[in-house]
């Protein structure tokens, strides 16, 4: 019998993140030592996309994620503008999708998170076949950096600096998830500052916990 695949909820998706940064906006805000408000334009960021995503309910996934990006354009916080472009950047990628699963759902995080950056996106083909492996109990088959051809476009510098920052935390005894999401931060356009990466790891490890329990 044919494995049925379950469609994933994006505003329940996104809304999920906006909870759990409620929860830690203090703790961004203490992290954000220019401002001090990076938890309260987190929160209001992925309140706008849940919010986006409520309205579009009945539409494409691409059209939601672009009308997110839209609305999130509007907004003045760095982080806004970050992550529209992510959206933007992902609304193009699903453009012929008719559902966001399980299986597609690691391609719009990644995306996501590259907000935008061509680089960024490179990178983490390659360590979104790690997450993919590990979300999927090990059945899959991660592809490395030799088995890509040569115009695959993976930047092998990029993909060293992250396997380095998994290794790290691998020596610190972090847990395998904890380590994948330091590696995709790592090289992600979250990676500019030490609390963007923060709650940037915030919002993979909430996403992939949301979807996993689908």
Known sequence: MARQTKTLNLANLFQSVAGNLV????ELNAADTYNH???DNMV???NV??????????AAPADQLAYASQLLRQGKSGSSQVYA??????ATEFQNQKQVTPDNALKLIQTLMGGGQETASQTQSGIGDLLGTLLGGG????QTAQNQPADAGIDVGDLLNAGMSFLNTKSQGGSNLEALVNALVSDSAMGDSSHRSQSGA????T????IGRK
């Open 207 to 210: 996403l992939l916990q949301a």
């Open 37 to 39: 408000d990076h938890g």
């Open 23 to 26: 929860d830690h906006r203090n």
């Open 49 to 58: 996309i849940s919010q986006a995503m409520r309205e579009k309910k009945n």
């Open 85 to 90: 472009k992510g959206l933007s950047k992902a």
């Open 139 to 142: 059945q899959a088959t991660p």
């Open 202 to 205: 915030l919002v993979i490890n």
């Open 44 to 46: 209001e960021v992925f």
